[in-house]
């Protein structure tokens, strides 16, 4: 097994049981309503920043290299 496949089945495993205990009205985690909200908040905030900063930038070889045909292109 790779240690992908151990992690997503690990995390499998943990929302399952998670889904179990909140079926029958017990709180795995004890987490107020606002620190759910804040979380999630957190969470969209950072991935969106993460995606928009890596989107915007040219970090591999090939992309600096569609810059600067980019570039040559407008040139003409």
């Known amino acids: 097994m790779t240690?992908?496949?151990v992690i997503r089945t690990v995390l499998l495993v943990l929302a399952l049981?998670?889904?179990v205990l909140a079926a029958f009205g017990l709180s795995p985690l004890p987490l107020?309503?606002?620190t759910v909200t804040t979380l999630i908040s957190l969470g969209f905030t950072v991935v969106?920043?993460?995606v928009a900063w890596w989107k915007n930038n040219s970090?591999?070889?090939k992309a600096q290299a569609a810059d600067a045909y980019l570039a040559?292109?407008?040139k003409e």
Do not use: C, P
Request: glycine share 6%; aromatic share 6%; charged share 20%.
């Open 3 to 5: 240690k992908g496949t």
């Open 17 to 19: 049981v998670n889904q």
């Open 32 to 34: 107020e309503n606002e």
């Open 48 to 50: 969106t920043a993460l």
């Open 59 to 61: 970090f591999t070889q």
């Open 72 to 74: 040559a292109l407008r």
